[in-house]
Structure formats: C-alpha cells, structure tokens
C-alpha cells in the first residue's frame, strides 16, 4: 500500500535560520507531489508541484522553495525564514487524477 | 479556472442534528469533486469524491455528498451528528486535465453535547 512521510511533525526555529522539510512516499512510482501551507486562520494555500524529478512548478514567490531529487521525495527549503513562514506545512501526492490528494501528517513550523 | 466557495467558515450543531456543510464550485468543464477532512494538527483526510456516475456519493464516518449539475453544487451532510464529528472540513474541485485541486477556505464544525 503507499504511504507518505513527512517530518518533522513540529519545529521551531529562528528568524534567519535555513529550513528543510522532508517528505518520502512509498509504494508508488512517478507521483505528483505538492507542498501547501496553512497559516493561522487560512486556508491551504498550495506553494509548489511537481510531476517529475527535477520538475518544480511554484504558485507564489516567496523566500521558500522546493526540490524533488528522487522520484518520490520532496524538499521544502529556506536560506532565511521569516516570521510569516510560520503555518502547518502539508506535503501532499496524486497519481490518478480520479484519487485526489493523499496528504502527509503535516509539519507546523513556528519562527521565533 | 476552477473556485470553490464554501458557505459558512463555522457551523455548530447538537449532537444528534443534521450537519450540513455548503460547497459551490465553478468550472468550465465536468469537475471531479471532493470532500476532506482534517483534525487539529493532522493531515487532511478524504471523506469522499465524486467523479462520474451516481451523483449520491456516500463516504466514510457516514457523510455523504450529492452533486447537482444545475446548482454547481456538492453538499455534504450527515444525518446525525456526533462528538467526533468536530473537525474542519474542506470541499476542493479539480479538472480532469489539471494537476491540482482547488480547496475551498474551510468549515469549522463545532459539535454541543
């Protein structure tokens, strides 16, 4: 069966520090992969996708960006956060367009 | 483009009531349709779809949605609401030739004992 993996579940780090989130899945090949935030008292904001290794869409410029290295893992990264990056950040996969979105335990991230 | 608009950002209910939780959608074309479900600081969790075929979809937790063509809605409603049933929940929309959903902003629903 697939599953996906995302952490850490909860991270608190300073303003300035660089950020990485993880996300694997398993038991499926050639995914669609995204990366939405949730911020306080908003709704899932989608921040990148991707349909292939290598292959990164980005819905809003931002100090964030995203890697997809391998097949079935993909990165959410920082050089410097801001205090607006805090949110609970979901990590998210398709392969048939009938199935929707399967979604990660999610991240939240708070900066300091 | 596709939009989902849903109706009410928070819903309260008695336990025992109906919940019925509004989601409109806007497309160009046939859309698929979906309903999630998330607990705090969890994932979102797929409560049911519609996608083509019997427009009455029954979902897990006992929810169910019926999509209406003429009314570009997808409703989602369970007839007797229970403690557990407090959560937030999402209506997305997606296009059969596009890679990604379109959420709704949200209901809250709260359940009073």
């Known amino acids: 069966s697939q599953t996906i993996h995302q952490w850490p579940a909860t991270l608190v780090q300073p303003v300035g520090s660089p950020l990485s989130l993880e996300c694997t899945v398993e038991?499926?090949?050639?995914?669609?992969l995204y990366w939405y935030r949730q911020a306080a008292g908003r709704g899932l904001q989608l921040l990148f996708y991707s349909v292939g290794i290598g292959q990164i869409s980005s819905e809003v410029p931002q100090n964030l960006s995203a890697s997809r290295p391998q097949d079935r893992q993909f990165i959410l990264s920082s050089k410097k956060l801001l205090l607006s990056d805090s949110g609970f950040y979901l990590c998210?996969?398709?392969?048939?367009?009938?199935?929707?979105?399967?979604f990660g335990s999610g991240t939240r991230l708070t900066v300091v | 483009a596709q939009s989902v608009t849903q109706l009410g950002s928070h819903v309260s209910v008695s336990e025992g009531a109906l919940v019925l939780l509004r989601c409109n959608y806007s497309?160009?074309?046939?859309?698929?349709l979906f309903w999630y479900v998330q607990y705090p600081n969890q994932g979102l969790q797929l409560l049911l779809k519609?996608?083509?075929?019997?427009?009455l979809v029954k979902g897990i937790n006992g929810f169910e949605a019926e999509f209406k063509k003429s009314e570009t809605s997808f409703h989602l409603t369970k007839p007797s609401a229970h403690m557990s049933d407090a959560a937030e929940y999402f209506c997305a929309v997606r296009i059969s030739n596009d890679y990604k959903l379109s959420f709704g902003a949200g209901t809250t629903v709260t359940v009073r004992a």
């Open positions: 998210a996969w398709s392969v048939a367009v009938v199935d929707g979105y399967t």
């Open positions: 497309s160009s074309v046939p859309p698929y």
């Open positions: 519609y996608t083509t075929g019997a427009t």
């Open positions: 038991g499926t090949s050639n995914p669609n």
